[in-house]
């Protein structure tokens, strides 16, 4: 199951998250968990290389797109190597949204857009969708999220 995705600015502060399968009074300690992860490993990394961690039986696949911070967090089927497909799912499908890497102002204008995005990808913590036409066409099809 895919327990969390998170994306964060370079300052550590939230900008999306989805949770699965995590109960609310855990997810402050996945947020601060990630975003020190974040800034101890991050520094210097280029954009979209994959770094890794285990934390509680889980495991943790995290990059850098832009100027935000990517995290996936799985376990049981979700290994490693399955949360390196769907970040690389993630990441393309946010690039292309945005029209390129995101800077925060780019990532906060296109908001709407990513949520349905990351909806259409990740279903009830599971992978649902990789094939990018059909992301790109399920997206069009609904109105963006305004806030």
Known sequence: MILAV???????????ERFN??????RLHWRSFLVKLGAENL???KNEELLVASHKSVYIVYTVLGDVSVYVVGKDEYDE????EVIFVITS?????CGKLPTERLFLDKYGRIC???????WT????S???DRIRRLVRLKPPTEF
């Open 125 to 128: 913590g599971y992978l649902e």
């Open 21 to 26: 399968g995590v109960p609310a009074e855990e």
């Open 6 to 16: 998170l994306f964060a600015n370079s300052e550590g502060n939230i900008l999306v």
């Open 116 to 122: 349905l995005t990351l909806d259409e990808i990740i």
């Open 93 to 97: 499908a946010v690039k292309d949204v």
């Open 81 to 84: 190597l399955a949360l390196a």
């Open 130 to 132: 990789t094939d990018k």
């Open 43 to 45: 520094k210097g990394v």
